[in-house]
Every structure is written in C-alpha cells, then in structure tokens.
T-cell receptor, first 113, second 114 residues
Framework: DGGITQSPKYLFRKEGQNVTLSCEQN?????MYWYRQDPGQGLRLIYY???????QKGDIAEGYSVSREKKESFPLTVTSAQKNPTAFYLC????????????FGQGTRLTVV | AQSVTQPDIHITVSEGASLELRCNYS??????LFWYVQSPGQGLQLLLK??????LVQGIKGFEAEFKRSQSSFNLRKPSVHWSDAAEYFC????????????FGAGTQVVVTP
C-alpha cells in the first residue's frame, strides 16, 4: 500500500539530547513537509522540501534540522536548542503540483522527560 | 496576512443531528481550500477540497462544504452525524503561489452524544 510511514509512534527524550524522527513515503511525491501540532494551535510548518537535496524553513524552524538525501525520506532532528519540544509531529507529502493536497503520516508523539 | 480561521473550538452534537463547522479565510485571491479530519493520536485524512468551479463540494463520509466568496467562508456540513464522526476537524488553505504550504486553522473538536 502506498503511504507515509512515521516512526517511532512514541518517543521519549531527555533534556539536552537530540532526537531524530523518521518519515518515509512510497507515493513518489516530490514534496515533503514536517508539521508540529500543539493543542488549540492547529498545525504549524517546521520545514519543507520541494526536491531532493533542497529544503526551506517553515514558520517555526528554530531548534529543528532536516535532510533530504533521498526522494522517499525526510527525517527531522529535534535538537537540544528546541526549548519546548514536547508535541505531536506530523510528516506529509504532496505531488508537488501547485494546489494538490498533502497526505499525512500517523504522527510521532515526542515527550521530553 | 493570509490566514484560515475556525471560530469554534469545540462543538457538541447529538447523534443523528446535523453538523456545520465554520471556516473563514483571508487571502488576496481565491485560495485552494481543504477540510481534514483527525482521530485522536492519528494523522490527518482529507475529507474534501475546493479548487474552483462548483461552490458545493462533496467529500467522503457524507460530508460536503460550500465555498462562499462573499462571506470568505468554506463551511463543512453533514446532514446526520454518526458517533464515528467524533474527531477534530481542520480547515486549511493554500494560495496559488505558496506551493503546498498549507495554512491550518486551529481546529474544531466535535463531540457526538447519544
């Protein structure tokens, strides 16, 4: 089945540690995105990538980093510089054609302990 | 600034009753508009989308939405809700120059009572 796979579903991190969230898609989509979801705030864009080896900052990129070495993979690293990392993280992809909808993974819940 | 607003944070509806969720947008030009649904702890599923043409859009699970340019609205409706419709609903917008960067409203939590 085509889709977007995020792993792990739950992740715990100690303060001061970096952690990487995985996102893989087999939809052959050009564009991929990372969103952060907090209660009552909707989804906020962290980073996005329109093509392999290229990515841009979204609205809340501080404390996060990404890479796009393969078309199907777009991992997100939450660094120790992110002051409030506890949240639900959603990865999405789209074909890249203007106006098409995004398809979402099942999310990763990150908790700082 | 470009934005999507969902005025209702929380709605409670009886099973079998009709449901309407409000969405207002603020864009210079007609945006592409979407409604997504999210069950607890899950990702988002697309219910329907509006690009152009007919202002009444049919989606999955019996939902429909109507685009009203004069009111800058894109409200979601369902004639008769089922208990399984309890979820959080997000309206999202996309402009022709924003290339896939959806802007989301804050979401509306729908509770369905027996």
């Amino acid at each position: 089945d085509g889709g977007i796979t995020q792993s792990p579903k739950y992740l715990f991190r100690k303060e001061g540690q970096n952690v990487t969230l995985s996102c893989e898609q087999n939809l052959n989509h050009d564009a991929m995105y990372w969103y952060r979801q907090d209660p009552g705030q909707g989804l906020r864009l962290i980073y996005y990538s329109q093509i392999v080896n290229d990515f841009q900052k979204g609205d809340i990129a501080e404390g996060y980093s990404v890479s796009r070495e393969k078309k199907e993979s777009f991992p997100l690293t939450v660094t120790s510089a992110q002051k409030n990392p506890t949240a639900f993280y959603l990865c999405a992809s789209s074909p890249g054609v203007r106006g098409t909808e995004a398809f979402f993974g099942q999310g990763t819940r990150l908790t700082v302990v | 600034a470009q934005s999507v607003t969902q005025p209702d944070i929380h709605i409670t509806v009886s099973e079998g009753a009709s449901l309407e969720l409000r969405c207002n947008y603020s864009y210079g030009a007609t945006p592409y508009l979407f409604w997504y649904v999210q069950s607890p702890g899950q990702g988002l599923q697309l219910l329907l989308k509006y690009f152009s043409g007919d202002t009444l859009v049919q989606g999955i699970k019996g939902f429909e939405a109507e685009f009203k340019r004069s009111q800058s609205s894109f409200n979601l409706r369902k004639p008769s809700v089922h208990w399984s419709d309890a979820a959080e609903y997000f309206c999202a917008g996309l402009t022709t120059d924003s290339w896939g960067k959806l802007q989301f409203g804050a979401g509306t939590q729908v509770v369905v009572t027996p």
